[in-house]
């Protein structure tokens, strides 16, 4: 899939960056992403599925694909994929929607009603998406790209930003809200790619006092 923009993939900063909608972490970058993005940015992102419930299953447990009744996090991320892939002018919204509805407002996203009503006041289908979820093919397909990333780049986290052969999890500390000057947004996420895919040699860069 290309990137939601329809930039020119040949042409556009291609990468891609993982999601679970219950890491606030997760809601600053795509935040930063969606913004950037509705302003124009020449980027060509694919947004990748991560259940942070598989990532945490314990060795001999039960995988959230057996049993997603037991994950608080796997309705809504089902939903972000089936509206991605089949509704993707519509994807900016949802997607900010659902990590509003989690971290502004302090909803539980595994009640399909909460879901429900951001897809429904977000303009999307609701009752089509929940058939895509209820028939399975939601689930495998968050499966899938799950598995797939975590095969080819090691993917534990979220948000892990990906380019080429090369993969880093990344903690941006503040957030674009809606209505957001896009500058520093578009300026953050080139930061990180560029430094993904211009020094990989650089491992690790924390401070020691987060100063807010």
Not at 74 to 101: C, K, M, S
Not at 110 to 115: D, I, P, Q, T
Request: glycine share 8%; hydrophobic share 45%.
């Amino acid at each position: 899939m290309a990137g939601l923009t329809g930039a020119d993939p040949l042409m556009a900063t291609t990468f891609s960056v993982t999601w679970d909608y219950r890491c606030p972490f997760a809601r600053n970058a795509h935040e930063h992403l969606l913004t950037g993005l509705a302003a124009g940015a020449d980027w060509d992102v694919r947004f990748l599925p991560f259940s942070l419930g598989q990532a945490h299953v314990e060795e001999g447990g039960v995988s959230v694909w057996d049993d997603p009744g037991s994950d608080s996090g796997i309705l809504a991320l089902q939903v972000g994929v089936v509206v991605r892939d089949e509704y993707p002018d519509l994807f900016p919204g949802v997607h900010r929607a659902l990590f509003a509805a989690r971290h502004d407002e302090g909803l539980h996203l595994e009640e399909r009603a909460v879901v429900e009503k951001v897809l429904t006041d977000q303009g999307a289908p609701a009752a089509a998406v929940f058939e895509r979820v209820d028939s399975g093919a939601a689930l495998a397909a968050v499966r899938d790209e799950h598995e797939g990333h975590v095969a080819s780049h090691t993917v534990w986290g979220v948000p892990t930003f990906i380019a080429g052969d090369e993969a880093v999890f990344v903690r941006l500390m503040d957030r674009a809200p809606v209505g957001s000057d896009p500058a520093p947004s578009i300026r953050a996420v080139e930061r990180v790619v560029d430094l993904l895919t211009g020094w990989p040699e650089l491992n690790e860069f924390k401070h020691t006092v987060v100063r807010r």
